[in-house]
């Protein structure tokens, strides 16, 4: 019986194709570029590997192709009667997260992962899946998840990635930093390491220092990698903190617009764009949301509850108001089903990212502040959903409520002294009336 790098069974008589398959998994681990190519390949060799036909539903979920996930995990149902328990399991555990049955598909992870703790690729989905439940201590429970499993890797390089991704977002900074360092000595072409460490400068403000690294570490970087403009969006945010707007919008438009990966590049597009507006910044604002509005309609998933609030704010911003109800009534019906934050959270920011739009900043409000609490439970990290509180902090300010303003800027300069935070401290205070 073959086996991949973590002895796992892999059920082929092709050797070039668990090679290929091999080679697939850690292009997918390190966001690496050509992972379809190779579990193409590999299906070339060996048309039956029905783990291979899962990691093409793992490479089309991270580009948001949903009916191209479902189709390979169809495949992979298909051939996987004949494979080990092992890879039967993983498939059942991908064709339950690609269908968005994200519940399930984590019992499952729990129940198998105590008999293989190194399916890496179903720990990273899992992982990934957890950060987007919307559970409220999702970063807790995704550390937590990780941590266990720990023992079962080592020095792996990129479960060191895996795990220092989640140290980063509870502020464990130094052992982020050091197990993200310690994954690219093994593997220096491993995306999801550089990514934290971006995030690690983010957070302690040391933007040269990470635009430097970036800089450096992206010139080798294929653009053709699906995770190429999510790094360029950590590009572009630390530019925007340094005020070069110029420098932010050459990124936007020469590597997040045209992405490879439509999901990353409405996500991250939509994220910067929006900063812009609350920066009162020029930007190609009607052509850029028009162009972020039509990759939505490409990608847009209702149980991807992330993905639909940065949807969100294309459509609203371009002035699609069609394309809002549509999703304002997708996330009824999920709410309906009883998910935990499509009625309860997710519905009231979409509909604050409207009532600004439309000049209702005191409408925003009304729906941003009963659930500021609870934003980050639709994903990400906080440099992607605090986007929420900078929102309400600019309608603070243009409904001359100075002191609340001062008051949601100081709590967040308790985080890091952001200077875009500590622009709007000042403002605020300078106005006539401001409280001390």
Not at 155 to 169: I, K, P, R, V
């Amino acid at each position: 019986m073959r086996a991949d790098r973590y002895g796992l069974p892999v059920t082929t008589s092709s050797e070039v194709a668990l090679e290929r398959f091999q080679d697939g998994m850690d292009r997918l681990l390190s966001y690496g570029v050509g992972a379809d190519a190779s579990f193409a390949a590999a299906l070339e060799a060996d048309e039956g590997l029905a783990v291979a036909h899962a990691g093409v539903a793992l490479v089309a979920v991270v580009q948001g192709d949903a009916p191209a996930a479902g189709a390979a995990t169809r495949r992979a149902r298909d051939t996987v009667a004949g494979a080990t328990r092992r890879e039967r399991q993983h498939v059942e555990v991908v064709s339950a997260l690609v269908a968005g049955d994200t519940v399930r598909g984590l019992a499952l992870v729990d129940e198998h992962v105590q008999e293989f703790p190194r399916d890496a690729l179903l720990v990273n989905q899992a992982s990934s899946a957890i950060g987007f439940a919307g559970a409220r201590d999702r970063e807790q429970q995704r550390m937590d998840f990780l941590e266990r499993l720990a023992p079962a890797y080592g020095d792996d390089w990129w479960f060191d990635s895996a795990l220092a991704f989640t140290y980063h977002e509870v502020d464990r900074f130094e052992d982020s930093r050091r197990l993200s360092e310690r994954s690219l000595t093994r593997y220096p072409g491993n995306a999801n390491a550089s990514h934290n460490l971006a995030h690690i400068s983010f957070e302690t403000l040391d933007t040269e220092g990470g635009a430097a690294f970036l800089d450096e570490w992206m010139a080798t970087y294929d653009r053709r990698a699906s995770f190429h403009c999510h790094l360029a969006w950590h590009q572009a945010m630390f530019a925007l903190h340094r005020g070069d707007y110029a420098r932010a919008l050459v990124i936007f438009e020469r590597d997040i617009l045209g992405a490879v990966n439509p999901r990353l590049a409405m996500i991250d597009g939509a994220a910067l764009l929006w900063r812009f507006r609350l920066d009162g910044e020029p930007g190609p604002h009607d052509r850029g949301w028009r162009s972020l509005a039509d990759l939505a309609e490409r990608v847009s998933r209702p149980g991807f509850i992330f993905g639909e609030i940065h949807a969100a704010l294309a459509y609203a911003a371009c002035g699609d108001g069609k394309a809002v109800t549509k999703l304002m009534d997708g996330l009824r019906e999920l709410d309906a089903k009883g998910h935990p934050i499509a009625g309860t959270v997710a519905r009231p920011l979409v509909q604050g990212i409207a009532a600004f739009v439309a000049g209702d900043h005191a409408g925003a409000l009304r729906h941003l502040e009963p659930v500021a609490a609870d934003a980050h439970r639709i994903g990400g990290s906080h440099a992607q959903w605090e986007l929420f509180e900078e929102t309400m902090v600019v309608c603070y300010l243009t409904l001359e409520r100075y002191h609340d303003a001062m008051r949601l800027v100081r709590r967040r300069l308790q985080r890091r002294a952001s200077p875009r935070d500590l622009r709007w401290l000042a403002r605020a205070s300078a106005e006539p009336g401001a409280q001390p």
